[in-house]
C-alpha cells in the first residue's frame, strides 16, 4: 500500500469506524439501568476518602 491509498483508507473508513464507536458508547450509556452504575462509579473517589477518614 502507498501512502496515498493508506491515508484515503483513513479518511473515509477511519471516520466511519470513529463514529461507530462513538454511537455505540452513547447506547452503552444510555441503557436502562446506567444511571446508577454511573452514580456508583462517580462515587468511588469520594467513598474512598470517607473511608480514610473513618480509619483515622
Do not use: C, N
Amino acid at each position: 500500500m502507498t501512502y496515498d491509498s493508506l491515508r484515503h483508507f483513513a479518511d473515509s473508513w477511519g471516520l466511519v469506524y470513529l463514529f461507530a464507536i462513538f454511537i455505540g458508547v452513547a447506547v452503552f450509556l444510555l441503557r436502562p439501568g446506567a444511571r446508577q452504575r454511573a452514580r456508583d462509579a462517580a462515587m468511588i473517589p469520594l467513598r474512598d476518602h470517607a473511608e480514610e477518614g473513618r480509619d483515622k
